[in-house]
């Protein structure tokens, strides 16, 4: 992916064993943390639970956009500030992974302003 000019992406070792001698070059792959989802698209805010003052219940917006001035434009792919376990790529990414015929990867499109 590299060598397609994909930035953002840093692999670094698993800690991981295997019982063979051969074992396969793992790596896992560090995201930085960007972007946000756009005001418009949240709902309002949960009241903030009396006890521990988190507000609880908050979820992924569906459908949700991407605020576009919190974008980050020297990486390629991040992990959303906003909900972590969302990966986002932008069109050099994907550009890349179809040039070099990758599958196993599901790419939606999102709308940003």
Request: hydrophobic share 35%; with cysteine.
């Amino acid at each position: 992916m590299q060598s397609e000019g994909v930035r953002g992406l840093t692999g670094c070792p698993t800690q991981v064993r295997f019982r063979t001698r051969h074992a396969p070059d793992l790596r896992d792959i560090q995201l930085e943390i960007h972007g946000r989802f756009h005001p418009d698209c949240l709902p309002p805010p949960n009241p903030p639970c009396p006890t521990c003052g988190v507000a609880m219940g908050s979820s992924v917006p569906d459908p949700y956009c991407l605020d576009a001035a919190s974008l980050p434009r020297h990486v390629d792919i991040f992990r959303l500030a906003d909900a972590s376990t969302r990966i986002i790529a932008n069109e050099r990414l994907v550009d890349a992974v179809r040039r070099l015929e990758l599958d196993g990867v599901v790419f939606k499109e999102l709308e940003a302003r």
